[in-house]
């Protein structure tokens, strides 16, 4: 989303040109598919974390551009709103000490982050949603000076005609409304990519789709949003419901959400890719000057920038990506489901269940996904979403009988996909001790039914009982999280009771830590 895109304005004829050309690379996709132009496979992965920027005093800080500046490094990038970073992991090769080798970078580029979030009174925070947000918070003058920010927020808004509406139901129940998408900027993910051979795409990307219900148990973070407690992991509806395009209408017809799960197994990177033009109109057309089939049949490789453009704009919660680099073509499946932190080993616990899991998945003989219908893994995300490590999800039964039970989500990691996670991170290659000590993480979170939702929910709750309001509870929570992640300690290691200080700021006080933005609701 950090790509500058110029706001002139948008004419018919734009509109039409970009649809064209979308097709023309839909075709040009088709035939580097047909014609096998794809790298070959490099067990790459990579790595990007969306962070929050906080005060002191745990209140969000609108002054991204102002740290960037001070970071002044290529890793770390602007977000949509001005109080969100993102920082970037070059791609690794899956093997060896791998998971320590992306530990170690975090640390030492968080660290940097931090020290230089400080000189100008900021904190780095890494979490699904900073629970001290508020609405007045997230508005479009908080977006980040973006061109691109400005014009799709100006497209989703002219698509919807209307605002935007937030009515989410979990511990309590949320109603907000807002003229901009600048809510979505809420949720703060990790996205986990994989290179894979257009041959193994769609069993990744089935495998991928089968255990996001999972990956959101075991490491849900977002249980707040604008002072209500929500669900464990309330990212998705928050996102789904900030970009939603659709007019209540569109809606009752059944059309589409940008923010989707999906609604089928898929036999190709190019079923995605399809959908994503069949359905969806495009929100940015603004055409490249490449003409993608001249290029291939002067034998070049294309960089369908339409294609990736308008595929960037539909919110797939895991999104098939194609990319060139150095003249050649690959395919990345895109993991969007995991939030932020809580630490740095939480994260890279998080990154080897999945990459291990995926693996061990894609190559079963007897698939998963060949034995538990799609709308049973929508439910199952749903679910999790809902439950977080508490939730019971439908799985395939052992044996030829068949059909689905319902397991407790961390009865399900424990005994079946952890060692399948590890069968997969050594098919990887990767170090036998690194894996036992980040799935060891995982295991304790299920063992213990603690995860970054649960934690924050248990240490609101205590500070609410030691008499502070809920700004005050939320803010003195967040206050302690930004403390215990930054001693690194995996999050189901955390006390929850502490010694509780001080009450809320006052919204004069808010106004101040937040520049101006925001006040109490």
């Given at each position: 989303?950090?790509?500058?895109?110029?706001?002139?304005?948008?004419?018919?004829?734009?509109?039409?040109?970009?649809?064209?050309?979308?097709?023309?690379?839909?075709?040009?996709?088709?035939?580097?598919?047909?014609?096998?132009?794809?790298?070959?496979?490099?067990?790459?992965?990579?790595?990007?974390?969306?962070?929050?920027?906080?005060?002191?005093?745990?209140?969000?800080?609108?002054?991204?551009?102002?740290?960037?500046?001070?970071?002044?490094?290529?890793?770390?990038?602007?977000?949509?709103?001005?109080?969100?970073?993102?920082?970037?992991?070059?791609?690794?090769?899956?093997?060896?000490?791998?998971?320590?080798?992306?530990?170690?970078?975090?640390?030492?580029?968080?660290?940097?982050?931090?020290?230089?979030?400080?000189?100008?009174?900021?904190?780095?925070?890494?979490?699904?949603?900073?629970?001290?947000?508020?609405?007045?918070?997230?508005?479009?003058?908080?977006?980040?000076?973006?061109?691109?920010y400005v014009l799709l927020n100006d497209q989703m808004r002219a698509a919807r005609g209307e605002d935007f509406a937030l009515d989410i139901r979990g511990v309590e129940h949320l109603v907000s409304r807002s003229p901009s998408i600048a809510p979505e900027a809420a949720c703060t993910s990790v996205q986990l990519h994989l290179q894979v051979t257009p041959g193994r795409f769609a069993a990744v990307w089935n495998a991928a789709q089968v255990i996001a219900a999972v990956q959101v148990a075991v490491a849900a973070n977002s249980p707040f949003l604008f002072g209500r407690e929500l669900w464990r992991e309330s990212r998705p509806p928050v996102f789904q419901q900030a970009t939603?395009?659709?007019?209540?209408?569109?809606?009752?017809?059944?059309?589409?959400?940008?923010?989707?799960?999906?609604?089928?197994?898929?036999?190709?990177?190019?079923?995605?890719?399809?959908?994503?033009?069949?359905?969806?109109?495009?929100?940015?057309?603004?055409?490249?000057?490449?003409?993608?089939?001249?290029?291939?049949?002067?034998?070049?490789?294309?960089?369908?920038?339409?294609?990736?453009?308008?595929?960037?704009?539909?919110?797939?919660?895991?999104?098939?990506?194609?990319?060139?680099?150095?003249?050649?073509?690959?395919?990345?499946?895109?993991?969007?489901?995991?939030?932020?932190?809580?630490?740095?080993?939480?994260?890279?616990?998080?990154?080897?269940?999945?990459?291990?899991?995926?693996?061990?998945?894609?190559?079963?003989?007897?698939?998963?996904?060949?034995?538990?219908?799609?709308?049973?893994?929508?439910?199952?995300?749903?679910?999790?979403?809902?439950?977080?490590?508490?939730?019971?999800?439908?799985?395939?039964?052992?044996?030829?009988?068949?059909?689905?039970?319902?397991?407790?989500?961390?009865?399900?990691?424990?005994?079946?996909?952890?060692?399948?996670?590890?069968?997969?991170?050594?098919?990887?290659?990767?170090?036998?001790?690194?894996?036992?000590?980040?799935?060891?993480?995982?295991?304790?979170?299920?063992?213990?039914?603690?995860?970054?939702?649960?934690?924050?929910?248990?240490?609101?709750?205590?500070?609410?009982?030691?008499?502070?309001?809920?700004?005050?509870?939320?803010?003195?929570?967040?206050?302690?999280?930004?403390?215990?992640?930054?001693?690194?300690?995996?999050?189901?290691?955390?006390?929850?009771?502490?010694?509780?200080?001080?009450?809320?700021?006052?919204?004069?006080?808010?106004?101040?830590?937040?520049?101006?933005?925001?006040?109490?609701?």
């Amino acid at each position: 989303m950090g790509e500058k895109v110029a706001a002139d304005g948008i004419d018919l004829a734009d509109r039409e040109r970009y649809r064209r050309k979308l097709h023309e690379c839909l075709e040009g996709l088709q035939r580097l598919l047909r014609e096998k132009r794809f790298d070959r496979p490099r067990n790459l992965m990579g790595l990007e974390i969306e962070l929050n920027l906080a005060g002191a005093d745990g209140l969000p800080r609108m002054m991204n551009s102002q740290v960037l500046e001070r970071i002044a490094s290529g890793d770390f990038q602007t977000e949509l709103a001005q109080c969100n970073l993102e920082v970037n992991i070059l791609p690794h090769r899956l093997s060896g000490r791998v998971l320590d080798q992306l530990a170690e970078e975090l640390r030492t580029g968080l660290g940097y982050a931090e020290r230089k979030a400080r000189e100008v009174a900021a904190r780095i925070v890494m979490i699904g949603i900073l629970p001290t947000l508020h609405a007045n918070d997230l508005t479009a003058a908080s977006l980040s000076e973006n061109d691109r920010y400005v014009l799709l927020n100006d497209q989703m808004r002219a698509a919807r005609g209307e605002d935007f509406a937030l009515d989410i139901r979990g511990v309590e129940h949320l109603v907000s409304r807002s003229p901009s998408i600048a809510p979505e900027a809420a949720c703060t993910s990790v996205q986990l990519h994989l290179q894979v051979t257009p041959g193994r795409f769609a069993a990744v990307w089935n495998a991928a789709q089968v255990i996001a219900a999972v990956q959101v148990a075991v490491a849900a973070n977002s249980p707040f949003l604008f002072g209500r407690e929500l669900w464990r992991e309330s990212r998705p509806p928050v996102f789904q419901q900030a970009t939603d395009t659709r007019s209540p209408e569109l809606q009752a017809q059944g059309v589409r959400p940008r923010t989707w799960f999906g609604e089928r197994w898929v036999d190709s990177a190019y079923d995605l890719f399809e959908e994503n033009v069949r359905y969806f109109p495009p929100l940015l057309p603004v055409c490249g000057p490449q003409e993608p089939l001249r290029v291939l049949d002067e034998g070049g490789v294309p960089d369908l920038a339409e294609l990736t453009l308008h595929n960037g704009t539909v919110y797939r919660w895991n999104r098939p990506v194609y990319a060139v680099a150095d003249g050649v073509a690959h395919l990345r499946v895109e993991n969007r489901v995991l939030p932020a932190g809580p630490t740095v080993d939480d994260v890279i616990a998080n990154t080897a269940f999945y990459y291990g899991l995926v693996r061990a998945l894609a190559e079963e003989p007897r698939p998963v996904w060949s034995r538990l219908p799609f709308a049973a893994a929508a439910r199952n995300f749903d679910a999790a979403c809902r439950y977080g490590i508490d939730a019971t999800l439908a799985w395939p039964r052992p044996g030829r009988s068949g059909g689905l039970a319902d397991v407790p989500a961390v009865r399900l990691v424990r005994e079946e996909l952890l060692p399948l996670a590890a069968r997969g991170l050594d098919a990887w290659g990767v170090e036998p001790a690194d894996r036992d000590h980040y799935l060891g993480i995982i295991e304790e979170r299920c063992r213990r039914r603690v995860n970054g939702a649960s934690w924050q929910a248990a240490a609101f709750h205590h500070a609410r009982r030691q008499g502070l309001d809920r700004d005050a509870a939320l803010a003195a929570m967040t206050r302690r999280y930004g403390e215990l992640m930054h001693t690194g300690t995996p999050v189901h290691t955390w006390p929850v009771a502490w010694a509780v200080g001080g009450r809320s700021a006052v919204p004069g006080q808010r106004q101040a830590a937040t520049g101006g933005r925001s006040g109490a609701p």
